[in-house]
């Protein structure tokens, strides 16, 4: 295990839906918390917080909030690119630096994120790597799943702790 490279990982996933559709997915807020976020907020350079639709830009800055945490779990970050078709990045607090890649395979769409610059202390190595990745997976299930049938996979219970879907 000595060789694997800590400081970055991909995950992908096949989508049948229109391009389009998934850039609005992970930059609007409304796209936001369909599949992802239990509440987002985007906020560009002058301080204006975005509305629903609105579509995020370079030099915005997010919160995110998840179903079955409280308010006191959320992360802030950077919109570091958004080129209005299919590349977004952006700085995921402490964790690094996520891209986010639209593209076309076939007739369907490959979501792509990877995720980058990740600390590679043995803490980092843990919350970061895996726990981003475990993450990463089932959320980009979920937008699979919304977009391809119409089920939210993601746990709404703030009763219920230490599930892989929130």
């Known amino acids: 295990m000595s ?3 800590w400081s970055k990982f991909t995950v992908r996933i096949n989508i049948r ?4 559709d998934l850039y609005d ?9 369909y599949w992802f976020l239990r509440s987002c907020e985007f906020v560009d350079a002058k301080g204006y917080i975005l509305d629903e639709e609105e579509t995020i830009r370079a030099g ?3 919160t995110f909030f998840w179903h079955g945490y409280t308010d006191e779990v959320f992360e802030k970050g950077e919109i570091l690119e958004a080129n209005g078709q299919d590349r977004i990045v952006f700085r995921f607090g402490k964790a690094g630096i996520c891209t986010v ?13 990877e995720q980058a ?10 919350q970061y790597h895996v726990g981003c990745k475990t993450g990463w997976t089932f959320y980009l ?4 799943s919304l977009f391809e049938g119409g089920i939210d996979l993601r746990n709404r219970d703030i009763n219920l702790q230490d599930m ?3």
């Not at 610059?117 to 843990?126: A, G, K, L, Y």
Request: hydrophobic share 35%.
């Open 117 to 126: 610059e990740i600390p590679t202390d043995e803490h980092s190595q843990f």
């Open 25 to 33: 997915a992970w930059t609007t807020k409304a796209g936001m918390e």
């Open 101 to 113: 890649r639209i593209l076309m395979a076939g007739d369907e769409q490959i979501v792509e994120i």
């Open 17 to 20: 839906a229109r391009r389009s």
């Open 3 to 5: 060789n694997r490279d």
């Open 164 to 166: 892989l879907n929130s």
């Open 141 to 144: 299930t979920n937008l699979k």
């Open 60 to 62: 915005c800055t997010y």
